[in-house]
T-cell receptor
Framework: EAQVTQNPRYLITVTGKKLTVTCSQNMNHEYMSWYRQDPGLGLRQIYYSMNVEVTDKGDVPEGYKVSRKEKRNFPLILESPSPNQTSLYFC???????????FGQGTRLTVV | GESVGLHLPTLSVQEGDNSIINCAYSNSASDYFIWYKQESGKGPQFIIDIRSNMDKRQGQRVTVLLNKTVKHLSLQIAATQPGDSAVYFCAENKGEDRGSTLGRLYFGRGTQLTVWP
């Protein structure tokens, strides 16, 4: 089954404690991206990757890091989480030609 | 700031009626537009896309219209069903990444569609 898998689905952490949200896709897609969704603000792009070892900033990259060492994985790293990073996070992947992005189920992160 | 927005944050329609969800964008350079549907507790789901060299594209029960003159995008859902109740987002690619239809995507804030029986 074609899918994008995020882990964990829910996470509560404390300010300053480094965390990683994993994202994996099994569709051999070149493109992967991270978004955060906040009430009233819709989806905002954090980082995206056009292919292995190629990453670019989206709209709201501050406080986040990503890596794309292999095609299927695109982890989101918060080196020092802060309460304003409390949000619902989505990972997505797509084929460049088709453009149809597949989204994961989301990770609800709370930073206290 | 965001250049993709909405005309209405909520839309209520009766089952069987047609729905029209609107979206405005401000960047004439945008060359690719996508509509997504997000049901409660789930990730967004692709509905339909359109490139800037087209005015209209049809899918199953859905039609996207693009008016480049007034920078307006709409999603029409025919014979709306209760299962269509969701938040609908438009997204645009501003053509900043050559060779790809995606790259930086800008999303609108979404329209909540509610379908009454």
């Amino acid at each position: 089954e074609a899918q994008v898998t995020q882990n964990p689905r829910y996470l509560i952490t404390v300010t300053g404690k480094k965390l990683t949200v994993t994202c994996s896709q099994n569709m051999n897609h070149e493109y992967m991206s991270w978004y955060r969704q906040d009430p009233g603000l819709g989806l905002r792009q954090i980082y995206y990757s056009m292919n292995v070892e190629v990453t670019d900033k989206g709209d709201v990259p501050e406080g986040y890091k990503v890596s794309r060492k292999e095609k299927r994985n695109f982890p989101l790293i918060l080196e020092s989480p802060s309460p304003n990073q409390t949000s619902l996070y989505f990972c997505a992947s797509a084929n460049h030609i088709r453009g149809e992005a597949f989204f994961g189920q989301g990770t609800r992160l709370t930073v206290v | 700031g965001e250049s993709v927005g909405l005309h209405l944050p909520t839309l209520s329609v009766q089952e069987g009626d047609n729905s029209i969800i609107n979206c405005a964008y401000s960047n004439s350079a945008s060359d690719y537009f996508i509509w997504y549907k997000q049901e409660s507790g789930k990730g967004p789901q692709f509905i339909i896309d359109i490139r800037s060299n087209m005015d209209k594209r049809q899918g199953q029960r859905v039609t996207v219209l693009l008016n480049k003159t007034v920078k307006h995008l709409s999603l029409q859902i025919a014979a709306t069903q209760p299962g269509d109740s969701a938040v609908y987002f438009c997204a645009e690619n501003k053509g900043e990444d050559r060779g790809s239809t995606l790259g930086r995507l800008y999303f609108g804030r979404g329209t909540q569609l509610t379908v009454w029986p």
